[in-house]
């Protein structure tokens, strides 16, 4: 359990939040959630410990073991594969007790070997190697020393540590954001088996949704938690901010653009699939478009001045670096109106083709022709990188774009969400957000007619990434996307096609699907194995989880009575707690407040205090039966 009492965050003299109370019971994984800057990170700071309460407490029971990702990667030359056995900090020092004993020899010795055996040592190497696997890495890499990835890389070694750490706490702060889309695929499923508390601070609304049990919202200087999935948040938030006119205009426009393409491909058996995901996504426009009207972030897509037919053909192109070949004999044609998703494995090529479709990388073989008139976007990372450190927004804007006015230049930024006197901040200064939505904002008054973005969504928050989407909805050139945020693909795409094996060619299936068929390859080896030794690796694990089961079965069954107690007691706490949120919604009407009302709002400060009385009753319960269930647990493993 991990409790907040009356907690409170400042920062250079401003409140992020204060008079938080609220509970994270053991088990629940709990999204949090808020615009950039609001405290989200500090939060995480706080329960690590690396930044001290203003005012208020953190409480969670002692022994908990605590699990995070290192934000620095030294360059070190320690194999990938041992680098992440290191977050195993317990396995690290059984071994180093194990090799002092080794000198003794004896008692000693056979009792170090006894402990490490019963750490996992014969598993260790498998588990880190199926993590490292499960994230993208290909086996050859395992060997490979620390300094020679680069950096977006190094994070997902981070990554494999934490998770590689036994913790009953695992707090996650974007883990998602160097991730392509198989290795979020992964890391969600991961996370939807792991057994101890979850936070997790992300602006993915899927993976928010297939992990999350419970969304804490850090907004208006205080913390709200919320029982249920991302989608369940928006759901209750919609509810509040559902008579704000704003809403049903920008619904209209996605229903709109969506029901055109259900309309448009039901009958084809090629995107029957789609228009049913489609279908799907309308039905939930009305919950995600209400919890997010206050965004301060609006934007559109001017028409292009042309819309040349065919836009860009590559054809029998194979790309290449030197004498490697990535890609043999694409065919390929983009056409006016065309909105693509790009799917495949990291390292496959996807990144290569976009180049290709730019212009950056010139075909080894085959032609690559282009329209007169094309007018590309192109958005990668290393457009963020790029951005000259030393200028600021407006300066370069105008820079770009010496057509503009001052004025006219501050208020085309501050759609992006430059105001005042943000657009005169140096570049360096600015967030990976910012920066981020600088680079679209520079790409996007190009007006170009072939857009490629190259996972767009890294760093942006939610209501920006939901901006993007609903510009996207409006933009009437042609579209080819790369992203790991699978709403923003829903959203926009009408077509999937596949990287793999050096080709390209159309998935006839939508999202769902290939998660289906990416798990199905994994299980007949048929991703990652790109050389000799992953099989047996994956063997090993098999036989790793087999045995595992076996003895996590027993163990569930002696502790099932306890659990089942905890759960019930939980459950209690839950609707106790989602009864006085309610109560509390009902508090916050300002019309609640009028002198003709004041017997009913005494009668539901009453009640809520009431409420409030029996809800900490039940966590007092609460925390007695797990700790009735910790010491038989203790005793278990003794």
Known sequence: MLSFQQLACRRDGTVLFED?????????????????????????????????????SIGYPQGTRLSHVAQDTPAVERAALDYVIDGHKTYRELESNAHNAEIKGGVEYAQALAALEDAGAYQINSQAAALLNGLGFNTHQHALSVSSFSGGWRMRLNLAQALMCPSDLL??????????????????????????????????????????????????????????????????????????QALYERQQKQRQHMQSFVDRFRAQATKARQAQSRLKMLERLEEIGPAHVDSEFRFSFEPPDSLPNPLLTL???????????????????????????????????????????????????GLRQSSRNLVVGYFAQHQVDDLPSDSNPLALLLKRYPELSESEGRNYLGGYGFHGDVVFQTIHTLSGGERARLALALIIRRRPNLLLLD???????????????????????????????????????????????????????????YAKWLSSQRDTG????????????????????????????????????????????????????????????????????????????????QVEAAVAARLSDAEDELLLKMEALEEAEKAIAS
């Open 20 to 56: 938080v109370n609220l509970v994270i019971h053991a088990g629940q994984k709990a999204g949090v959630v808020g615009k950039n800057g609001c405290g989200k990170s500090s939060l995480f700071q706080m329960v690590l410990g690396h930044l001290d309460c203003d005012d208020g």
């Open 171 to 244: 707090l996650l702060d974007e883990p998602t954001n160097h991730l392509d889309l198989d290795a979020v695929l992964w890391l969600e499923q991961w996370l939807r088996s792991f057994a101890g508390t979850l936070l997790l601070i992300s602006h993915d609304r899927e993976f928010l949704d297939r992990v999350c049990t419970h969304v804490a919202h850090v907004e208006r200087k205080t913390i709200t938690l919320y029982r249920g999935n991302y989608s369940a948040f928006e759901k209750l938030r919609a509810a509040q901010l559902a008579n704000q």
């Open 315 to 365: 054809d029998k192109v194979e790309l290449a670096y030197g004498d490697v070949s990535v890609l043999k004999n694409i065919s390929f044609s983009i056409q006016q109106g065309d909105r693509i998703g790009l799917l495949g494995a990291n390292g496959v090529g996807k990144s290569t083709f976009v180049k290709a479709l730019v212009g950056d990388l010139e075909p080894k073989q």
């Open 455 to 513: 996972e767009p969504t890294n760093h942006l928050d939610i209501d920006m990434r939901l901006a993007l989407t609903d510009a996207l909805q409006g933009f009437t050139g042609a579209l080819v996307v790369i992203s790991h945020d699978r709403s923003l693909l829903r959203a926009s795409v009408d077509s999937l096609w596949l990287v793999a094996n050096q080709a390209i060619q159309p998935f006839d299936d939508d999202l769902d699907g």
């Open 526 to 605: 048929g991703i990652g194995r790109r050389d000799k030794g992953h099989e047996d690796v994956r063997q090993d694990s098999a036989q790793d989880r087999k045995a595992r089961k076996q003895a996590e079965a027993e163990k569930r069954k002696q502790l099932a009575p306890l659990r089942r107690a905890v759960e019930k007691q939980s459950n209690t706490a839950g609707k106790l707690s989602d009864e006085l949120t309610e109560i509390r919604n009902r508090l916050g009407a300002n019309d609640l407040y009028i002198e003709s009302r004041k017997a009913e709002l005494n009668e539901l400060l």
